[in-house]
């Protein structure tokens, strides 16, 4: 937890920072990636069970709590799936490079890069549907800017090559991300109808 403040203050020097301590996986999800990923599920929690999901001029939809509670357990474990599949992703993509970090390493990157998605989560304390896809956009710009400044010094590149790097890994991202809101959208919105 002690990186993400220095993420979004000044995210070169805590990039180097992560890469020279040479972090352990399990290290990683314990201190990070389990903490930051309950964000948005008790966030989201709150609101579809104290406020409801709005979307437009319809009436609010709001859960209950045994619900809300399947549904958090189920919307975990799809942020914690999509940090593994992203940390595979760069290790996949970086395998024509000839410093290619273990993929323990690269689930941590990912775990770090996706930061900015978990404290979007705050938002789903009022689920407006635009307000969350304004907050959810402008942390994946934001993601994107952690991977521009991440990559070179992870991989060892200069930064014309990691732009490819990074475009790729990034529509990648980007569509793992639609798959997760499209599943998140159907469960928070829609799931009541599944518990």
Request: proline residues 4%; charged residues 10%; hydrophobic residues 55%.
């Amino acid at each position: 937890m002690n990186h993400v403040w220095g993420l979004l203050a000044h995210p070169g020097r805590e990039m180097r920072d992560i890469r020279q301590e040479n972090e352990s996986l399990s290290h990683h999800y314990v201190h990070h990636v389990l903490l930051m990923a309950l964000i948005p599920v008790i966030c989201a929690f709150v609101g579809t069970t104290q406020i409801g999901w709005r979307s437009g001029d319809h009436p609010a939809i709001v859960l209950s709590l045994s619900t809300a509670f399947g549904l958090a357990v189920l919307f975990y474990a799809l942020m914690l799936t999509g940090v593994a599949v992203m940390g595979r992703v760069v290790w996949w993509m970086a395998r024509d490079y000839p410093q290619r970090p273990t993929l323990a390493s690269c689930r941590v990157f990912a775990g770090y890069v996706a930061t900015p998605m978990f404290l979007s989560g705050l938002v789903a304390l009022y689920p407006l549907a635009w307000l969350c896809a304004l907050v959810g956009t402008l942390a994946l710009v934001y993601t994107g800017y952690l991977m521009y400044v991440g990559i070179p010094m992870f991989l060892n590149i200069d930064k014309e090559e990691s732009l490819r790097f990074i475009g790729s890994t990034l529509a990648i991202g980007v569509l793992v991300l639609e798959v997760l809101l499209a599943l998140t959208v159907l469960l928070w919105g829609y799931g009541f109808q599944l518990f």
